[in-house]
């Protein structure tokens, strides 16, 4: 399995790495809630949409003790090593950069010069735009 190389931009900071763990514990618990809601053998959570959004954005903390270990079958376990820096530096992206411009031709340029290459680039694209729409769809 490859996994892509963790990009930190110049403006990347230490407060990126907190709001993407937070916006990450939160999903977690909503997609074992999911799986439980159609009849997975996961945890009942009580984890409403919400708890979700109130704890991605900060509002409400992660109960604690309440995030299960991952029961992730191999194409779960495959998303989160190979798409989850893209998602991150979307969803980044959009923290410093979403209150001065929207998504643009060149916003996009922008963000492709941050990037790693072109090939991963290419590969990325679409996860760091739905990173950046996340983050765009969440914002305080």
Known sequence: MTTM??????????????????????????????????????????????DTVSQATGSKPIPAGNTPTCHCDSKSADYDATSEPAYKYGYLAYRHFGKECDWCDNTEA???????????????????????????????
């Open 110 to 140: 922008r963000l492709q010069r941050d990037f790693d290459d072109d090939e991963k680039w290419e590969r990325n694209r679409l996860a760091v735009r739905r990173g950046w729409d996340y983050a765009q769809s969440h914002r305080d």
């Open 5 to 50: 190389q963790q990009t930190r931009p110049a403006w990347y900071t230490k407060e990126d790495d907190t709001a993407w763990e937070r916006v990450k514990a939160a999903f977690r618990r909503d997609w074992t809630q999911t799986k439980h809601d159609f009849g997975g053998n996961e945890p009942n959570l009580n984890q409403k949409m919400g």
